[in-house]
């Protein structure tokens, strides 16, 4: 309840990114556009963003994995003007 509270009050959320070593969570501000939250994993995501690939966490569960995902159509692509949402799973398209 504590650490909810708390980033309720800090206006915090948790967005995951998942690929084949490791699955992490993240932590943004509410309303953060997904250049932004992309620029959390690394700096130059921010400037190279192209897109991103979205689910919602519990689908991406429910479906085990981008792959399945693809699949059942509950994955979106989304542009620069996305706000990530608390409980996102992102692939973010940067060009490198």
Request: charged fraction near 25%.
């Amino acid at each position: 309840r504590l650490i909810h509270l708390g980033y309720k009050t800090l206006n915090l959320i948790t967005f995951f990114t998942s690929g084949e070593p490791e699955t992490r969570a993240w932590t943004i501000v509410a309303n953060t556009k997904a250049p932004e939250a992309a620029g959390v994993i690394h700096t130059d995501f921010i400037k190279g963003f192209i897109k991103a690939d979205v689910a919602n966490w519990q689908d991406f569960v429910e479906f085990g994995g981008w792959s399945k995902i693809k699949e059942t159509g509950k994955l979106r692509l989304e542009g620069k003007e996305y706000i990530v949402k608390d409980g996102d799973v992102c692939f973010f398209h940067v060009n490198a």
